[in-house]
């Protein structure tokens, strides 16, 4: 299931949700992205007033259904859920949230790890982060890069 919505989310009531009447289900990972209260700016750590994130509707959904497809090809999923938000968040604030339930909990620890790391890469979102020092756009990181590659050729495409 996929939401890119505004609004923010009760982690507890989604995992029920999730998991409603599923008795096949071992157990659910899941995984929640906060707006932190520092960003690097030039190399130094600045407070972050905001963060804004942008999407198009439409391409942005089409996306995310494409990624969550790909980690219930590679793994024996029983449910998964990807809710992204998006609009002016502050510090503390609630961005992502994935969760995966499967039989076995390796399955679901992966490909949580798996959605995350290609939704940080591959998700058509723009987020424009205030600080003191100004607006700015975040590029994605190569650490970021790296950890979405090696789903390519490693873990979970040869399972």
Known sequence: MIRVQ??????????????AGKTTIGG?????GLVRDMAPVDGVDQPIRAMTL????????KKLAEIEAEANR?????????????GRLEPGDRIVMVACASAHRQAAFDACQFLMDWLKTDAPFWKLEDTDAGEAWVETRVTDDAAAAR?????GSAE
């Open 74 to 86: 590679r793994w024996p999923l029983d449910a998964s859920l990807i809710i992204h938000r998006y």
């Open 28 to 32: 659910v990972a899941t995984f929640t």
């Open 6 to 19: 505004q609004e923010d989310f009760d982690i507890g009531a989604e995992v029920a949700a999730l998991t």
């Open 151 to 155: 789903w390519k050729e490693g873990p």
């Open 54 to 61: 942008e999407h198009y509707p439409g391409m942005t959904e």
